[in-house]
């Protein structure tokens, strides 16, 4: 399975909003719905932002939110704080019973 | 509340096979599957594959066929993953949810390869 194509990095001022891609999702019409979203921090484990492509669970931000087009998923942060400044990662259904994650991004707040 | 608690920290030489475990309280084991992820040092997510505890179940990312394998415990809620690779990485299990996602994660495990 490929990875999905995210850019290595983006960055983005306090109180900008920033948008991250992850392209190569499966085109059929269910494979969205199986698109998550994960923050990661320096020696910290994966946390879940985004689920079933737009949702938030519980005690996620609303800042964070997520979109479609095409094969390409989004998340994107409105109002950027400090503390949002971390890796981010897509995860996706690819087929067989099997799932990939994106190869990240590195988010900066300058 | 929910909670994945991995094994600590290896130390391998290479060539030798690491056994992870990864101890899952605050709900029915045999409900979820339990997803295993990889970190190399600096390097991002890569998705290991995962095990239905409910059947014993598994599934592999091809990267990984033939070098790992999925059990699990069921009499004390336990997963495991045993890997022969010389990589050093951070190992991770989560628990895949109803929407598909994977809300709960371990702490993870780091494996060091040294001979």
């Known amino acids: 399975q490929s990875a999905l194509t995210q850019p290595a990095s983006v960055s983005g001022s306090p109180g900008q909003s920033i948008t991250i891609s992850c392209t190569g999702i499966?085109?059929?019409?269910?494979?969205?719905?199986?698109v998550s979203w994960y923050q990661q921090h320096p020696g910290k484990a994966p946390k879940l932002m985004i689920y079933e492509g737009s949702k938030w669970p519980s005690g996620v931000s609303n800042r964070f939110s997520g979109s479609k087009s095409g094969n390409t998923a989004s998340l994107t942060i409105s109002g950027l704080q400090a503390e949002d400044e971390a890796d981010y990662f897509c995860f996706s259904y690819a087929g067989s019973n099997t799932w990939v994650f994106g190869g990240g991004t590195k988010l900066t707040v300058l | 509340q929910v909670q994945l608690v991995q094994s600590g920290a290896e130390v391998k030489k290479p060539g030798a096979s690491v056994k992870v475990s990864c101890k899952a309280s605050g709900y029915r084991f045999t409900s979820y599957y339990i997803h295993w992820v990889r970190q190399a040092p600096g390097q991002g997510l890569e998705w290991m594959g995962w095990?239905?505890?409910?059947?014993g179940g598994t599934n592999y990312a091809q990267n990984f066929q033939g070098w790992v394998t999925m059990t699990r415990d069921t009499s004390i809620s336990t997963a495991y993953m045993e890997l022969r690779s010389d990589d050093t990485a951070v190992y991770y299990c989560?628990?895949?949810?109803?929407?598909?996602?994977?809300?709960?994660w371990g702490q993870g495990t780091l494996v060091t390869v040294s001979s």
């Open positions: 095990i239905d505890p409910n059947s």
């Open positions: 499966s085109s059929d019409g269910g494979s969205y719905k199986l």
């Open positions: 989560a628990r895949e949810e109803d929407n598909s996602s994977l809300q709960y």
